[in-house]
């Protein structure tokens, strides 16, 4: 029983659309999420139940609030959450190209597939699932174009160059230029991992260089011009 529709809010609309759509046994769960989706998920850790996570996306609130919470861990909270895994310095790894890196629409002509597979793909993490990812491509769509295939590499790239220590790729013009962590005060700079970055930009001398522009560190390879060839110049280094 409900007020005639012409007098409901539109939130209302939604409510009463839930329920009739999930009116099976069981339906509880989605009903839920529903609710979540109409009127946002608010402040996880505090007593409004709408905020400004209803205009940044639940997944995007989600991973902020887990970064804040990491960094908290490794600073005001460390002697509490000590371990003895190895320090991340790098949360993830930004990379900026002017090739030719996506999934074409003539291999995948629906475009909220092409969206759902790209979603799916930056959430993967580990060789496993990429190849389990790469295999399903196959399966369902054919043979893996080059651009996709690049596109597929570009994750592993984003892996390795997150472990070496950079913060941001930049693959344009022929060239690899690798961002290291802007702050300067980081103990990235005494760690095990930036001294073997160090070490090999001695023993390489004609391969990469390092430069400091306006307080910013970088690492250039000169000539590379694919994903595959930036993959191979920064694997060395592990």
């Known amino acids: 029983m409900a007020p005639p529709a012409s007098t409901l809010t539109d939130e209302a609309r939604k409510r009463l659309k839930a329920i009739e759509e999930f009116s099976d046994i069981g339906s509880g769960f989605n009903i839920a999420m529903r609710d979540l989706d109409i009127r946002g998920a608010g402040n996880i850790l505090g007593g409004e139940q709408s905020g400004f996570i209803n205009e940044i ?3 995007m609130y989600h991973k902020i609030l887990d970064e804040a919470i990491r ?13 003895e895994s190895p320090r991340e310095f790098i949360r993830d790894c930004q990379i900026e190209t002017d090739l030719e890196i996506l999934i074409p629409d003539d ?7 092409r969206l759902s597979l790209y979603k799916e793909l930056d959430g993967l993490e580990g060789e ?28 592993r790239l984003r892996w390795k160059a997150r472990t070496i220590g950079f913060e941001k790729l930049v693959l344009k013009n022929n060239n690899l230029i690798c961002h290291f962590i802007r702050n300067q ?19 390489h001398p004609t ?8 307080d910013k560190l970088t690492m250039t390879f000169p000539g590379i011009n694919s994903v595959n060839k930036a993959l191979a110049a920064i694997g060395e280094m592990e």
Do not use: W
């Open 185 to 203: 005060e980081s103990e990235y700079y005494q760690s095990v991992a930036f001294t073997q970055v160090l070490n090999f930009v001695k023993n």
């Open 71 to 83: 960094e908290l861990k490794e600073t005001e909270f460390k002697d509490i959450y000590h371990t």
């Open 128 to 155: 496993e699932p990429l190849m389990a990812f790469q295999a399903r491509l196959i399966d369902r769509f054919g043979p893996i174009p080059k651009q996709t295939a690049e596109l597929i590499n570009t994750l």
């Open 107 to 113: 291999y995948i002509s629906n475009i909220t597939e």
């Open 57 to 59: 996306g639940f997944e």
């Open 207 to 214: 391969q990469c260089y390092m430069r400091e522009t306006n």
